[in-house]
C-alpha cells in the first residue's frame, strides 16, 4: 500500500505489540524468510507495498530476523488479519451512522471518491472509529485511495476499521453506484468476530447519492449469503435444521459449544449526499426515513431468501421443499395459495410441466400465490403474473448433460422462481396496490423409465402440440404451462416470466447482465434502467419472431421445443417459444428475462431478480422508495457516470455534480 498505509501499520504495531518493527520489510527478495508472509498479506487484500516503510525505523534489524520472528508474524497474521467468516443471520438497515465501540464491532466505510473526500469529514464518521483512528490518519488515507476500474481499500485500525472507494469508471451499460465492485469489496472483507457476548456485529456505513440507496443496500444483501453447511457455527447449519428433510449427518444444534453458537449480524448506515439539481419533490431526497429503509430490508429479506433457496443442495431443496417455502411466504403475507400436484397436473391438461417433473420421484408442481388488495372491492385492477422456472434439479433428462461437469451447479436451475418468490415476498409486504400472483413452475428433471423421451409428443397448457427433440430444453415447457395459466386462469394483462433458460445467455450478455426478450417497448427500456437503478443488470436481445420462430418447425406437431440452428439468437428463440403459448398477437405485455448467468457470482446465489421485478412494477407500488423509481431512473440518467471516450480519462458526471455538493442529511 502507499505510505499511508504502511504509517498506519507502524503506528499499529507501536501501540499494540511488543515485538519490534522488523517484522514488516520492503519486499520479499530483502528477507526471504517472509516471501510467504508478504504473500499471505496480499492474498488478504493487502497491496504490494504494505511492508515499505516500517523497516526504515530499524534498518539494522533487517540481518538478524529469526525464525521466532517468523513464527510471531504468522501468529499476526492468522490471529489478526483473518477473520472468521460467518454466516450473517441477520442485516439492519439504519438512516445514520451510530456510535460503536471498534474493538468491539468492526466498521468498513465505503463510497465513491468524491463523496467520500468532499462530502464526509472525520467528524462524520468519529462515532464509528472514535480514538482508534486519528482524523489526520482518516484524512491521509482517504487522500491516498486511488480506485480505478476496480474499488481501493485502506486499513485503518488492524482488520477492525477500513476506507474504501468503489470504481471511478464506470461505462454506460454498468450500474453508476457500482454495486457489483461494492460487493466484491463486501465479499473480501474479512472483520473479526466479537471476543465476547452472544452477538458478532459489523457495521458498514455507506456514503452516496440518493438514488444509489436502494442498490448498494441490496448490494449488501448479496454479499452475505444464508446457506452453509460448513460445521463451524450453529447459524451456519440453521437452514438445514430447520428443513422437514434432515440429514442423518447433520451436526446436533445441541452438541455445539457456546463458542459456535455465536449470531453474526450486519448493521448498515447511509450517509446520503443529495443531488446539488434536485428539487424538493425528488423522491430519492427523502428515500432515508423508516419507511424506505423497510422498503430495502424487506428487498434484503427477498434477496437472501432467493440466494438461499438456490444455494441448498437439490437433496434438500427437493420440488416438495420448494413449495413449502412458498406456503411459508403465503402465510408470512397474508396471501392465498393453489398447490396443484403430481398426477393432477396431468389431468387438468398441464402435460408440459407434467412431462418434464414425472419421472422424478418428487413430484412436480404448479403453486400459484395471490395478492388482492385488501381495499380492492369495486375498483378495477391491474393483473399482474410473474411466472419463474422452478427446476430444481436438471440432468438434462435422456438428452442427459455432458460432459459430466456440466451437471455440476444445476441446483442453480431454480433461481427463475426462487427469484419471483423473494420479489413477491418483498412487493406485498411494502405494499402493492394492484392485483399479483406468483406462479412457480416446479419440478425436477430426472431420469427413469418413466421420462420424457426425444420423440415424444405432449400437449401443454396452452392447448399446443410440441414435438420433444431435446429433454435437456425443459424449461420452456415449464414456463409454456405457466404462462398460459396467467393468461387463461387469472386472466393476466402483464406476465413477466425469468429463468436461468440458455447458456447461450452468458455468451450474448455477459455474467453481470440478464438478457430481455419482450413484445412491448417500453418495458424493454424500463427493464433496462430499473437494472442500472437496483444493481440487477439487463440488456435486450432482438426480438422479432417471424425471423426466428420458424427454428421450431415440426412436420408433425405444433412446434418442436429446441431451435434447428444453435447459431440463430438461441437465447431470443427460447423466448419466443415461450410466448407462442400466449400468441404471438395477443395483446398483453410479456416480458422473459434469461438470468442464467447472473444467478451466481462463483459458486454462490445472488438473489438476482428480485429487486429488478420490484423495479419493473414499481409504479404499482406504495412504497415511496419504489414508487419514485421511474424518476430516480430519469435523474440518474441525467447525472449518469460516464467516461471518456478512450475509456482513459478521468471520470465526471454533467452538470458538474461532483464539485458542488450539499451537506450530509442530518
Request: hydrophobic share 40%; with cysteine; proline share 6%.
Amino acid at each position: 500500500m502507499r505510505n499511508a498505509h504502511a504509517n498506519n501499520v507502524s503506528k499499529i504495531y507501536d501501540q499494540h505489540f511488543s515485538f519490534p518493527s522488523f517484522l514488516i520489510v520492503h519486499s520479499p527478495s530483502r528477507a526471504p524468510c517472509f516471501a510467504p508472509f508478504y504473500n499471505f498479506f496480499q492474498g488478504a487484500g493487502a497491496s504490494q507495498k504494505v511492508f515499505s516503510e516500517v523497516i526504515a525505523r530499524n534498518p539494522h534489524r533487517t540481518q538478524s530476523i529469526n525464525i521466532w520472528s517468523a513464527v510471531c508474524f504468522l501468529f499476526f497474521s492468522h490471529f489478526f488479519l483473518s477473520g472468521k467468516k460467518m454466516v450473517v443471520k441477520s442485516i439492519l438497515y439504519s438512516a445514520e451512522p451510530s456510535s460503536s465501540n471498534l474493538a468491539e464491532t468492526p466498521c468498513l466505510i465505503i463510497g465513491h471518491l468524491n463523496l467520500l473526500r468532499n462530502a464526509v469529514p472525520f467528524d462524520a464518521v468519529k462515532v464509528k472509529l472514535g480514538d482508534f483512528v486519528a482524523p489526520d490518519l482518516y484524512r491521509e488515507a482517504v487522500d491516498k485511495l486511488n480506485p480505478g476500474t476496480t474499488a481501493d481499500i485502506i486499513p485503518l485500525y488492524l482488520n477492525k476499521a477500513a476506507v474504501a472507494a468503489l470504481p471511478t469508471k464506470c461505462s454506460r451499460h454498468n450500474a453508476p453506484s457500482q454495486p457489483h465492485a461494492f460487493y466484491n469489496v463486501l465479499k473480501g472483507w474479512n472483520p473479526p468476530e466479537a471476543p465476547v457476548g452472544d452477538v458478532s456485529e459489523s457495521h458498514i456505513v455507506i456514503v452516496c447519492f440518493p438514488q444509489d440507496v436502494l442498490s448498494l443496500g441490496c448490494a449488501v444483501a448479496r454479499a452475505f449469503p444464508l446457506y452453509s453447511a460448513k460445521t463451524g457455527s450453529v447459524f451456519a447449519v440453521k437452514a438445514v435444521q430447520d428443513s422437514a428433510n434432515l440429514l442423518p449427518t447433520t451436526p446436533n444444534r445441541n452438541t455445539r459449544t457456546t463458542a459456535d453458537t455465536k449470531e453474526s449480524r450486519v448493521i448498515v448506515e447511509f450517509i446520503v449526499i443529495p443531488n446539488i439539481s434536485a428539487s424538493e419533490e425528488f423522491a430519492v431526497d427523502r428515500a432515508i426515513v423508516r419507511r424506505s429503509l423497510d422498503t430495502i430490508s424487506y428487498l434484503a429479506d427477498g434477496i437472501r431468501l432467493a440466494a438461499r433457496i438456490v444455494d441448498t443442495p437439490p437433496n434438500l431443496m427437493t420440488t416438495t421443499a420448494l413449495v413449502k417455502e412458498a406456503q411459508q411466504v403465503a402465510q408470512q403475507v397474508g396471501a392465498e395459495i393453489l398447490v396443484i400436484k403430481g398426477e393432477e397436473l396431468r389431468d387438468r391438461g398441464f402435460g408440459a410441466l407434467y412431462s418434464v417433473g414425472k419421472a422424478s420421484v418428487e413430484p412436480p408442481y404448479l403453486v400459484v400465490l395471490s395478492h388482492r388488495p385488501k381495499d380492492s372491492q369495486g375498483k378495477k385492477l391491474k393483473k399482474i403474473a410473474w411466472v419463474g422456472k422452478g427446476i430444481t434439479f436438471d440432468t438434462g433428462g435422456l438428452c442427459i448433460k455432458t460432459p459430466k461437469n456440466l451437471m455440476c451447479g444445476m441446483k442453480r436451475d431454480c433461481g427463475g422462481a426462487a427469484g419471483v418468490l423473494g420479489a413477491f415476498q418483498a412487493a406485498v409486504r411494502s405494499g402493492f396496490d394492484q392485483e399479483l400472483y406468483a406462479v412457480l413452475c416446479i419440478a425436477e428433471n430426472s431420469i427413469s423409465a418413466d421420462a420424457t423421451r426425444p420423440d415424444d409428443i405432449i400437449y401443454s397448457y396452452s392447448g399446443k402440440s410440441i414435438e420433444i427433440n431435446n429433454t435437456d430444453a425443459e424449461g420452456r415447457l415449464v414456463l409454456a404451462d405457466g404462462v398460459a395459466y396467467a393468461q387463461k386462469d387469472l386472466r393476466c394483462e402483464v406476465i413477466i416470466d425469468m429463468a436461468t433458460l440458455t447458456g447461450a445467455q452468458g455468451i450474448a450478455t455477459g455474467r453481470y447482465h440478464a438478457a430481455i426478450v419482450t413484445n412491448n417497448e417500453y418495458y424493454e427500456f424500463l427493464a433496462y434502467r430499473m437494472g442500472k437503478i437496483t444493481g440487477d443488470l439487463n440488456f435486450p436481445l432482438v426480438y422479432a419472431p417471424e425471423l426466428h420462430f420458424s427454428e421450431f418447425h415440426s412436420a408433425v406437431a405444433d412446434m418442436k421445443n429446441s431451435v434447428a440452428n444453435r447459431d440463430n439468437a438461441t437465447s431470443s428463440c427460447a423466448g419466443l417459444f415461450i410466448q407462442s403459448h400466449l400468441g404471438f398477437d395477443w395483446p398483453g405485455v410479456w416480458v422473459h428475462i434469461d438470468m442464467a448467468s447472473p444467478v451466481h457470482a462463483g459458486e454462490r446465489a445472488t438473489g438476482f431478480g428480485v429487486a429488478l421485478l420490484a423495479g419493473l412494477c414499481a409504479n404499482y407500488s406504495e412504497s415511496p422508495l419504489l414508487r419514485g423509481l421511474p424518476q430516480i431512473a430519469d435523474i440518474a440518467d441525467k447525472f449518469s457516470m460516464v467516461s471518456t471516450p478512450d475509456f482513459s480519462g478521468p471520470l465526471t458526471r454533467e452538470s458538474g455534480i461532483n464539485d458542488a455538493i450539499r451537506p450530509p442529511l442530518q
